[in-house]
């Protein structure tokens, strides 16, 4: 069973940025491709964005151009920067493959709030 380990969350002003990095055991992310997902308070989880293996990306409408998923290959995590952070961005998050297998990590909360 792949264990997923994502961190980076934290409280930020609207308007700011962090940057959300994933891990995943049996380097997973070399043989799959990739995805964030959130879930809001109240709210079914949904696909924020997904990198395949040859890199292409995909997002949601929501975060187009304000949201970026990419690998780091040396530390072999997939990485979400999220940047001009809104209120409704306010989630857990979560990676796993895309589409998605049952296993779920802990995910790490992103808060946006002033």
């Known amino acids: 069973q792949v264990q997923y380990v994502e961190s980076g969350g934290g409280l930020v002003q609207p308007g700011g940025s962090l940057r959300l990095s994933c891990a995943a055991s049996?380097?997973?992310?070399?043989?799959?491709?990739a995805g964030w997902y959130r879930q809001a308070p109240g709210k079914q989880r949904e696909l924020v964005a997904t990198i395949t293996r040859g890199e292409y990306t995909n997002y949601t409408d929501s975060v187009k151009g304000r949201f970026f998923i990419f690998r780091d290959n040396a530390k072999n995590t997939v990485n979400l920067q999220m940047n001009g952070l809104e209120p409704e961005d306010t989630a857990v998050y979560y990676c796993?493959?895309?589409?998605?297998?049952?296993?779920w990590g802990q995910g790490t909360q992103v808060t946006v709030s002033s």
């Open positions: 049996g380097s997973i992310f070399s043989k799959f491709s």
């Open positions: 796993n493959k895309a589409p998605p297998e049952p296993s």
